[in-house]
Each structure stands twice: as structure tokens, then as C-alpha cells.
């Protein structure tokens, strides 16, 4: 089975800050990677998908890029509503694998 | 729209059986797989098993084949989620979705204890 292995788990950052996760497929999964973010209480929201496409009504602020094993989501400046915690997918087969998510902390 | 709906709190005991439901609306419902997703207090999202209305295909994470049965009723648009026999180690929140997909279920918190 292919893993995905993200990182880092948590991480501090203040309003305005660029944000970098980074999710690792253990093997080639081309472009079949998803970003969600889930605040504490509520229903995870989708980000993107594609890797790179932003989901409609996104903000711009939010980018995904990368192909085959490693992908990226960047955050260009941090603002208050992105303290959350973020997961990557891979949804090359039938049954999707999370990353084990990323909590962005001030 | 796309919506899903799912079943509201349960509170079961230990060795109980149980059987939470997901309705969906407002797309093609054979034509998309729908799955469940795990997310035991404090920790993170899990896929659980997911299944193709249109013929019942089904897959399971290995972490949960064996204990639980996902299943479908198209004739109106719905899809479970059950357990024979709970454990406390259950107690989680359940999440159908569509894979790759903006629209989840609200999700449907299940507490096990005696």
C-alpha cells in the first residue's frame, strides 16, 4: 500500500507568515492529491485538489503544487480563520489515505 | 447541491450493535463512490471502507476489514455504516463523504461506554 507522510505535525506561526506543508506519497501518485482543512468542531472543508487546483470559493491566499511523490500546500499570509489543522490525501484508488495532518498554532 | 445527511448521536454499550446512515442528494448517487471516515477524539481523519452505489463494490481499510460492514440502499440513495459488536475504542466521530468532494456529511458522533 502507498503511504503519505506529512509534515511537519504542528507548527507556530503569527498572521501574515508564509505557511509550507509538505506531504510525501511512498510511491508515484502523479497528480491525485487533495488538501483539507479542518477547524476544532467543525466538518473538514476542501482545499484542493489536482494537487494545484484551488476549490471554488477558496482563497487565493491557499496553493498546492507538486506531482509523482511530493507535494506542497502554501499558505501566502496567515490570517486569523487559517489557524487549523490540515491534511493531505491521496486518491489514486478507490479507498483515499489521509496524511496524519498538520496543526497550524499561533 | 450536493448534501449528505447523516443519522443523529447514538449512545450505545459495549457489545451493543449499531447502524448510522449517510442520505445523499443532489447528484447522480450511483455514480460516485461514498465512504466513511473515522475521527476518534483529538486525532486525526481515517478512511474506513468505501462503496460504489452502482453495483455494491466495496473496499476497506485493512485497519478496519472485519470490523464494520459498509453498505447501500439505492432505492433511496443511502449508505451505512454498522457494527455487531461495539467497543468503547469505537467512541469516535463519523463522517460519510465523497471522496475529493466539498460536500460531507455533518457527521455523526458515537459514544461507547457502560
Known amino acids: 500500500d502507498i503511504q503519505v507522510t506529512q509534515s511537519p505535525s504542528s507548527l507556530s506561526a503569527s498572521v501574515g507568515d508564509r505557511v509550507t506543508i509538505t506531504c510525501r506519497a511512498s510511491?508515484?501518485?502523479?497528480?491525485?492529491l487533495a488538501w483539507y482543512q479542518q477547524r476544532p468542531g467543525e466538518v473538514p472543508k476542501l482545499l484542493i485538489y489536482?494537487?494545484?487546483t484551488l476549490e471554488s470559493g477558496v482563497p487565493s491566499r491557499f496553493s498546492g503544487s507538486g506531482s509523482g511523490t511530493d507535494f506542497t500546500l502554501t499558505i501566502s499570509s496567515l490570517q486569523p480563520e487559517d489557524f487549523a489543522t490540515y491534511y493531505c490525501?491521496?486518491?489514486?484508488?478507490?479507498?483515499?489515505?489521509f496524511g496524519q495532518g498538520t496543526k497550524v498554532e499561533i | 447541491e450536493v448534501q449528505m445527511v447523516q443519522s443523529g448521536p447514538e449512545v450505545k454499550k459495549p457489545g451493543e450493535s449499531l447502524k448510522i446512515s449517510c442520505k445523499a442528494s443532489?447528484?447522480?448517487?450511483?455514480?460516485?463512490?461514498v465512504g466513511w471516515v473515522r475521527q476518534m477524539p483529538g486525532k486525526g481523519l481515517e478512511w474506513m471502507a468505501i462503496?460504489?452505489?452502482?453495483?455494491?463494490?466495496?473496499q476497506y481499510s485493512p485497519s478496519f476489514q472485519g470490523q464494520v460492514t459498509i453498505s447501500v440502499d439505492k432505492s433511496i440513495s443511502t449508505v451505512y455504516l454498522q457494527w455487531s459488536s461495539l467497543k468503547a475504542s469505537d467512541t469516535a466521530m463519523y463522517y460519510c463523504?465523497?471522496?475529493?468532494?466539498?460536500?460531507w456529511g455533518q457527521g455523526t458522533l458515537v459514544t461507547v461506554s457502560s
Open positions: 490525501q491521496k486518491y489514486n484508488t478507490a479507498l483515499p489515505t
Open positions: 462503496i460504489y452505489p452502482g453495483d455494491s463494490d466495496t
Open positions: 463523504a465523497r471522496p475529493v468532494e466539498a460536500s
Open positions: 510511491q508515484g501518485i502523479s497528480n491525485y
Open positions: 443532489g447528484y447522480a448517487f450511483t455514480d460516485y463512490w
Open positions: 489536482g494537487a494545484s
